[in-house]
């Protein structure tokens, strides 16, 4: 792989290879852009096809962390962490402390936090090498809540751009994931009265969600097709893609996955079909929002009403796309590089 030409594809500033062999760790560190404070992303642990793939995978989303917290107007940059998932069995402590000790060589350029493949727990084991982490058992701990009522709050906004009402009583969501986001999410919807589709492989998650929510379970291939108002991808990302949009029956495509689009021409495709985007770092920021409250010492309520504002972020996305007649994730994008180049400009002080 071409690795500078990767990176300057999008502006990329650093790109970290870490290997400690004693304790089967194998992990990549990407930083995409530090304009705005230190690069906050997770870390993220899993068994990727090649190498390669896990390259890419840290470089989309320390791009994608950027501009969710510039859109959310946090201080904070973008980045991430990937560890290639070791086979057999493994000393979680051994390879989180190995991670930790790389975290800490960037002198806090990057915080990480918990991801896909990671606990709170395995966030106290980096916290014996390094202070940059956050997540701590005990502080912010699960992002899950703080993420779904974010989510929650921006499915409304993108219910009252579709619909004209943000009211979700009468409408039918079909969520993606039944996972700890999931699970908040529909415990939302329910509470407001909505009618929930759920789909999980996992079952045992997904008949927790059919009992306590009375949500109608169907099987994981047939969510993308099932008749609802809103889709809310709560899983894996790339759901949109060629397979998936022929199958799409809903208005509005809004959920707390990453990387909903498998590229970019599919969020095209949706507007086109005259399906509504809420762009996925818009949305779900709340996972963001809740780390930086223990950054900022915040309370969680005050957390939980910094996601809430992404109802007012997510009409401003709506707006600009409409304004400019764009797609309403080439919208965001404009709105979080507009943050970012003002505070580029801004002159250095005698301090």
Known sequence: MEMFRLMAEHDHEQLLFCLEPAAGYKGIIAIHDTTLGPALGGTRVWAYRAEADAVVDALRLARGMTYKAAVAGLTLGGGKSVIIAPAGEVD???????????????????????????????????HMETSHVVGLQGKSGDPSPVTAFGVYSGMKAAAKAAFGDDGLASRTVAVQGAGHVGYYLCKHLAEEGARIIITDIDKAKVQRIVQEFEAKAVAPEAIYAATADIFAPCALGAVVNDDTLTQFKCKVVAGGANNVLAEERHGDALEKMGILYAPDYVINAGGLINVNSELEGWPPERAKAKAGDIYDTLLRVFEIAKREKIPTYRAADRLAEKRIEGVRKLKKTWI
């Not at 989180?96 to 002198?107: D, Q």
């Not at 493949?117 to 106290?124: C, F, H």
């Open 92 to 126: 979680r402590e051994a390879l989180f402390r190995a991670h930790g000790r790389f975290v800490e060589s960037l002198g806090g350029r990057y915080i990480t936090a918990e991801d896909v493949g990671t606990s709170p727990i395995d966030m106290d084991y980096i």
